[in-house]
């Protein structure tokens, strides 16, 4: 069974850094996009950062410059480096990603379980 597993979250100050992990587990074939999006109480979900298999990366305009993802195909994960932590990026992340599982043709899309951060003195 595929899964995402997010790690890394926590509270941290204004002006801080944090790091989040993503490792997709399980029978994979193949992982094609990948990304984090974030949901903070009483809005929607947003894409933060995207990076395609061969690299390719863009960024919400709120954490442009700050923000940085990138990814490990030999481990399956993917990583969002957050630096210059504010107090709005206070949310909810989630990762995504877009993977074939073994013994499939079609990929699939699939949520981890959303990891917390709280940017806050």
């Known amino acids: 069974q595929v899964q995402l597993v997010e790690s890394g979250g926590g509270l941290v100050q204004p002006g801080g850094s944090l790091r989040l992990s993503c490792v997709a587990s399980?029978?994979?074939?193949?992982?094609?996009?990948m990304g984090w999006y974030r949901q903070a109480p009483g809005k929607q979900r947003d894409l933060v950062a995207g990076?395609?298999?061969?690299?390719?990366?863009n960024y919400a305009d709120s954490v442009k410059g700050r923000f940085t993802i990138s990814r490990d195909n030999a481990k399956n994960t993917v990583y969002l480096q957050m630096n210059s932590l504010k107090p709005e990026d206070t949310a909810v992340y989630y990762c995504?990603?877009?993977?074939?599982?073994?013994?499939?043709?079609?990929?699939?899309?699939?949520w981890g379980q959303g990891v917390q951060v709280t940017v806050s003195s």
């Open positions: 995504n990603a877009d993977l074939v599982p073994a013994g499939l043709i079609r990929p699939k899309n699939y």
């Open positions: 399980g029978s994979i074939f193949r992982i094609y996009a």
């Open positions: 990076i395609s298999s061969g690299g390719i990366t």
